[in-house]
T-cell receptor
């Protein structure tokens, strides 16, 4: 039931773009994206509900393809502050606990 | 966004003792809180779902007698690790759901059992 994230790790230079994918074998109600820095708690980025919507703020956006049960997180013109581990959390029914993928580690260097 | 606090942030205890971790939603009421455990460089593993006024729902493989969860009010859930052993050392994180949507995480508690 754990969603599958890919890639496991990404190394970027400032200004480069990245895409992180999250796939589920089960039908999803929503997908939540978080970023976690070392030793800290995950910070909420955005939530996508079934219906195939796309969301974004600043240079981070995400989409949810309901047919494929796949969500993608897009990071454009990456900044040093984008470094961290990105987790997707999936929800199969409204109000239930999130099940998290194994995470994608993003390293941005100058 | 909403704020969730956890206390203590770090605790070191001797093997065999019990440790209580508090999770509070500071500016919203949370009918449901969640407890996760995270090992270094690993994902967040759901331990249990805590509902205000009722028994917690534990995930498969999580010992309910070892990890006691109490959700006494709409803003407070506690996790007690009973008779802690070195293998219980981990990063414990709670989260609370605001309404039925976003789940906000507390800052986590790092437990080290000697």
């Amino acid at each position: 039931q754990q969603p599958v994230q890919s890639p496991q790790a990404v190394i970027l230079r400032e200004g480069e773009d990245a895409v992180i994918n999250c796939s589920s074998s089960k039908a999803l109600y929503s997908v939540h994206w978080y970023r976690q820095k070392h030793g800290e708690a995950p910070v909420f980025l955005m939530i996508l509900l079934k219906g195939g919507e796309q969301k974004g703020h600043d240079k981070i956006s995400a989409s949810f393809n309901e047919k494929k049960q796949q969500s993608s997180l897009y990071l454009t013109a990456s900044q040093l502050s984008y470094s961290g581990t990105y987790f997707c959390g999936t929800e199969i029914q409204a109000g239930t606990a999130l099940i998290f993928g194994k995470g994608t580690t993003l390293s941005v260097s100058s | 966004g909403a704020v969730v606090s956890q206390h203590p942030s770090r605790v070191i205890c001797k093997s065999g003792t019990s440790v209580k971790i508090e999770c509070r939603s500071l500016d919203f009421q949370a009918t449901t809180m969640f407890w996760y455990r995270q090992f270094p460089k690993k994902s967040l593993m759901l331990m249990a779902t805590s509902n205000e006024g009722s028994k917690a729902t534990y995930e498969q493989g999580v010992e309910k007698d070892k990890f006691l969860i109490n959700h006494a009010s709409l803003t407070l859930s506690t996790l007690t690790v009973t008779s802690a052993h070195p293998e219980d050392s981990s990063f414990y994180i709670c989260s609370a759901r605001e309404g039925s949507m976003v789940q906000y995480f507390g800052p986590g508690t790092r437990l080290l059992v000697l």
